[in-house]
């Protein structure tokens, strides 16, 4: 049987293609050799669960293994202590047996107080002839419940102990837990008595900073592996930096780009074919879970919504601030990245889902006049720009040109996106160029009917600025060997002349179809 990508649950290098991770697990052994307690926190469907399985095939040799999952506890079993104790060891007795049998009989009698589980765990350690090393994967929805945390305070005070007495098997040698969230912000009391006394039950984790996205030389290692199986006579090195492009590495992204090409665009590995998986998981009609958690995370935390739509569409950089819990947030759902200490949505087809959920959200309200009839602008099945751009400039003057220029370097950006959402829908779609994604410009990619479009967005800036903006546009048509490129530039000030009709002009070489509005 051959293998397959995977998008669902752990990946098994048995029966799934998968990336060639060495490099990461070997980071995360330098955790673990040196007894460190650590939190895995990704978002979800970041590898997490796979990396654990990785690693307890990696280390079984040299440590004793435990993994477990709290995903199977339920809201009973945190209504009190014993049931809470009893229900982790019975978990633990599972996952132990399948190593060792004659160990899982220690666990025979029941802890039925931390006071006790912190010596069967001691007296555990002490018996087993090589370093336990234990990890716990889905803590999220733990995370919350006094049980947990005083858990984690046991674990605390026994590595605190180890530390003191030098004795490094006296407790778990190494304790790694995997979760959305980070549990080193979690709180704890420290005495019932003292309200406003609070104290990390795992303040003694180390800092996590293994980068757990795949990169374009991690990538082409599974295509190699498929490749080997079905000599499709891809470019693998493009492939990968393609599929890179759209994704930034993000492991779900990437397994899905190569699932859908696989299973569903008739093997073509082409450039054609990652832009064509990437529509068809854009455009589907049945969002998966990671897009779904992405929607709810604008939707339930307005604060955060409206960080979200700040990095999206205001014309000014958000630059980066360690203690910004919007940032924060959005770090911890991997929904941003810090590049070059300013705020970017994490990757390509994430800026695409995010810019259609505000998008849509205006044409449900106050921009319902922005809705296009497609049927107009494509003929042939082929997108027809010039008149994309002459009709948005005229619609804009028509019905926003009261609108200050305050108004426009917030919103004009989200308004050409309004206006070009329904008419490429479902057949097209766009991105921004992340080398673009600044104060002055924005470099949108609209790919349609096999042809690619290049509309360079400005605010106006002056005429030195306007002139620039050919400049760069001009160079970028030339690195994607397109001959013409559109320039929409942005202008409500009262001195500036306003284009009644955008024209055609020429420079360095490339038509440039420029609109001012």
């Known amino acids: 049987m051959k293998k397959r990508f995977n998008t669902t649950g752990s990946c098994n290098p048995a029966q799934h293609y998968m990336v060639d991770t060495s490099r990461k697990l070997a980071q995360i052994e330098e955790y673990i050799e040196e007894g460190s307690y650590f939190t895995i926190n990704r978002a979800r469907q970041?590898?997490?669960?796979?990396?654990?399985?990785?690693?307890?095939r990696l280390l079984s040799d040299k440590y004793f293994m435990i993994k477990i999952s709290f995903e199977g506890l339920g809201e009973d079993d945190y209504r009190e202590g014993r049931l809470f104790l009893a229900e982790f060891q019975k978990i633990l007795v599972k996952k132990i047996k399948t190593v060792s049998p004659d160990l899982a009989d220690f666990w025979k009698t029941p802890a039925l107080s931390?006071?006790?589980?912190?010596?069967?765990?001691?007296?555990?350690?002490?018996?087993?002839?090589?370093?336990?090393?234990?990890?716990?994967?889905?803590?999220?929805?733990?995370?919350?419940?006094?049980?947990?945390?005083?858990?984690?305070?046991?674990?605390?005070?026994?590595?605190?102990?180890?530390?003191?007495s030098g004795d490094?098997?006296?407790?778990?040698?190494?304790?790694?837990?995997?979760?959305?969230?980070?549990?080193?912000?979690?709180?704890?009391?420290?005495?019932?008595?003292?309200?406003?006394?609070?104290?990390?039950?795992?303040?003694?984790?180390?800092?996590?900073?293994?980068?757990?996205?795949?990169?374009?030389?991690?990538?082409?290692?599974?295509?190699?592996?498929y490749e080997a199986d079905y000599h499709t006579g891809?470019?693998?090195?493009?492939?990968?930096?393609?599929?890179?492009?759209?994704?930034?590495?993000?492991?779900f992204l990437v397994s899905k780009i190569c699932e859908l090409i696989d299973r569903k665009l008739e093997k073509d590995w082409s450039e054609r074919g990652v832009q064509e998986a990437v529509k068809l998981m854009l455009n589907n009609t049945e969002p998966n879970t990671l897009f779904k958690s992405i929607g709810q995370n604008l939707l339930n935390n307005k604060d955060f919504n409206d960080f979200m739509r700040s990095v999206s569409f205001d014309s000014k950089e958000y630059p980066f601030s360690a203690i910004d819990p919007m940032i924060e947030l959005g770090l911890t759902f991997s929904i941003i990245k810090i590049e070059n200490n300013k705020v970017r949505i994490h990757n390509l087809i994430f800026e695409d889902l995010i810019y259609n959920f505000y998008v849509l959200e205006e044409l449900r309200g106050k921009y319902t006049s922005l809705r296009q009839n497609s049927s107009v602008y494509i003929q042939n099945g082929k997108l027809n720009m010039p008149y994309v751009i002459e009709r948005f400039q005229s619609l804009?003057?028509?019905?926003?040109?009261?609108?200050?220029?305050?108004?426009?370097?917030?919103?004009?950006?989200?308004?050409?996106?309004?206006?070009?959402?329904?008419?490429?829908?479902?057949?097209?779609?766009?991105?921004?160029?992340?080398?673009?994604?600044?104060?002055?410009?924005?470099?949108?990619?609209?790919?349609?009917?096999?042809?690619?479009?290049?509309?360079?967005?400005?605010?106006?800036?002056?005429?030195?600025?306007?002139?620039?903006?050919?400049?760069?546009?001009?160079?970028?048509?030339?690195?994607?060997?397109?001959?013409?490129?559109?320039?929409?530039?942005?202008?409500?000030?009262?001195?500036?002349?306003?284009?009644e009709e955008p024209e055609w002009v020429e420079h360095d070489g490339k038509r440039i179809y420029e609109a001012v509005i």
């Open 46 to 56: 970041f590898g997490k669960t796979t990396t654990m399985d990785s690693l307890f």
């Open 114 to 164: 931390f006071g006790d589980l912190s010596q069967k765990v001691y007296d555990f350690c002490k018996l087993v002839n090589k370093p336990v090393v234990l990890m716990i994967d889905e803590v999220d929805k733990s995370q919350n419940n006094q049980l947990f945390l005083d858990l984690l305070g046991m674990f605390r005070n026994l590595y605190l102990e180890r530390s003191e």
């Open 396 to 499: 804009i003057h028509n019905e926003y040109r009261k609108e200050d220029n305050e108004f426009l370097e917030r919103q004009g950006r989200l308004l050409f996106l309004c206006f070009l959402k329904p008419i490429v829908n479902g057949t097209g779609f766009y991105y921004v160029e992340p080398e673009t994604r600044d104060g002055g410009r924005m470099d949108l990619v609209v790919s349609f009917g096999g042809e690619e479009f290049v509309i360079e967005l400005k605010i106006w800036r002056g005429e030195k600025y306007e002139v620039e903006g050919k400049v760069q546009l001009a160079e970028y048509l030339k690195t994607r060997g397109l001959s013409e490129g559109y320039l929409v530039t942005f202008s409500f000030l009262k001195n500036k002349t306003v284009q």
């Open 168 to 225: 490094m098997t006296s407790t778990f040698h190494s304790v790694l837990l995997a979760g959305v969230y980070d549990v080193k912000n979690l709180k704890i009391k420290l005495r019932p008595d003292e309200e406003r006394k609070y104290n990390s039950p795992w303040n003694i984790a180390a800092d996590f900073n293994v980068d757990m996205t795949f990169h374009p030389d991690e990538i082409i290692t599974m295509l190699n592996e």
């Open 234 to 251: 891809m470019d693998k090195e493009f492939v990968s930096n393609e599929i890179y492009k759209y994704t930034s590495g993000y492991p």
